[in-house]
């Protein structure tokens, strides 16, 4: 009867040991966000959350990159919060600027410690929910870019900068959705990674962008919930097989007779002209969608006629050459070029009274009608980027 029961006891307490290994392991600590410090009305930085921290730990007195920590408080609730987002699970979300149309380059960043390091050479597979918001403070513009980069050490961020890295994962066509969408990919580790963080590491130039609603400052805007990394184990591998005889083939040798060259009369090459932009780094500032081929523009003077002189090119091509802006509109037209980086491009050949260089600009295309303005300084452009 004891050895029975042994057997039994043994048995049971192999079932239980067995039970752990049938479910993976989240490396990622607090992936839902649901553990906290203090209760808010809503809105808190991120650093009220346990685990995770900003990338930006040098914190300057000036503006800086500040992921938030997001959640539902029934006892004193935010006015107006719960409209722009609804957690996936729990009361809590992480959420992020990935695009600022006011400040240049302005991103956030969410970073973790994983539970253990990845191993190198090993496989694992990340998961997390992302969604935007329907409210103007919370999603006016959809863009691409959203990133999950993996690295042995801590990344810093010193400003609002985009960090200089290359995501494992990142997302290329724009992005919008006001209901949670599931991101999902698989990896080999080629580190022993021990730090994740996420957001846009794409800068302005290379980030697409799309207007959802307008407003005086409208910027792009992450909710991130359920974030997961799974280990996937490696499957044994198969018995190695001994080696193949190998087959050597002789060829009969081959005399090839080279060919007598004509001879081909140079033409002499003519250097492309340089545009003068072409000297500083051009940032696109805004993007807009239009319908038609031809483009009417006006451009004069934003707020203060102040002696800007600029320069306005589009497609290596001068629209306005070293034109001093004023208070009366200028009218130009210009025409979209399929195949093109259909970029309007603002130079300034000097800064006026009060830098920077600024100039209103007013687009018809079609149906589509738009005024907003652009700045230049010395050492960058400013851009509008067209697209059909």
């Known amino acids: 009867m004891r050895a029975k029961l042994f057997k039994h006891l043994f048995l049971l307490s192999g079932f239980f040991f067995t039970i752990p290994s049938l479910y993976a392991q989240n490396l990622i600590p607090n992936p839902s966000f649901e553990s906290f410090h203090e209760e808010t009305r809503g809105h808190a930085y991120l650093d009220n959350l346990e685990d995770w921290f900003n990338a930006n730990s040098s914190k300057p007195k000036s503006l800086y990159g500040t992921p938030d920590h997001l ?3 029934e006892k004193q609730p935010l006015k107006g919060i719960k409209d722009s987002f609804k957690p996936r699970t729990g009361t809590s979300v992480l959420g992020l600027i990935s695009y600022m149309q006011r400040v240049s380059d302005y991103r956030e960043y969410a970073s973790v410690r994983t539970s253990t390091p990845l191993q190198k050479g090993e496989k694992y597979q990340f998961t997390c929910y992302i969604k935007n918001g329907n409210q103007v403070a919370f999603g006016a513009i959809a863009t691409n870019g959203f990133g999950v980069y993996f690295s042995e050490n801590k990344i810093r961020q010193y ?9 494992q994962y990142q997302i290329e066509d724009i992005f919008y959705t006001t209901e949670w969408k599931k991101i999902t990919f698989t990896f080999t580790a080629e580190d022993n990674y021990k730090y994740m ?17 307008y407003d005086v400052d409208p910027q792009c805007y992450v909710y991130v919930d359920d974030v997961s990394l799974i280990h996937i184990p490696t499957d044994k591998p198969e018995e190695e097989k001994g080696p193949e005889e190998e087959v050597i083939e002789e060829v009969p040798e081959v ?3 080279a060919p007598v060259k004509e001879k081909i ?11 003068v932009y072409e000297d500083r780094p051009t940032t696109v500032q805004s993007s807009i969608y239009i319908t038609s081929y031809e483009i009417n523009l006006a ?3 934003d707020k203060t006629v102040d002696g800007d002189i600029v320069s306005l090119f589009w497609n290596g091509e001068t629209v306005l050459e070293e034109y001093e802006l004023t208070a009366k509109k200028k009218k130009l037209k210009i025409r979209y070029e399929p195949g093109k980086e259909n970029i309007l491009i603002l130079y300034a050949h000097n800064l006026g009274k009060e830098p920077p260089n600024t100039m209103a600009i007013y687009i018809k295309a079609g ?17 509008i980027r067209f697209k059909r």
Do not use: H
Not at 160 to 167: A, M
Not at 265 to 275: F, G, Y
Not at 369 to 374: A, D, E, G, H, V
């Open 197 to 213: 963080t996420i957001g846009n590491f794409l800068d302005d130039v290379k980030t697409d962008i799309k207007y959802i609603n």
């Open 299 to 301: 451009v004069w003077d």
């Open 71 to 73: 959640f539902i408080n």
């Open 255 to 257: 005399v090839a007779v």
């Open 265 to 275: 009369k140079e033409e002499p090459v003519q250097e492309k002209k340089k545009m």
């Open 159 to 167: 400003v609002y900068e985009p960090l200089n890295v290359t995501p």
């Open 367 to 383: 149906k589509k009608k738009r005024q907003m303005s652009i700045r230049s300084t010395l050492g960058k452009s400013g851009g």
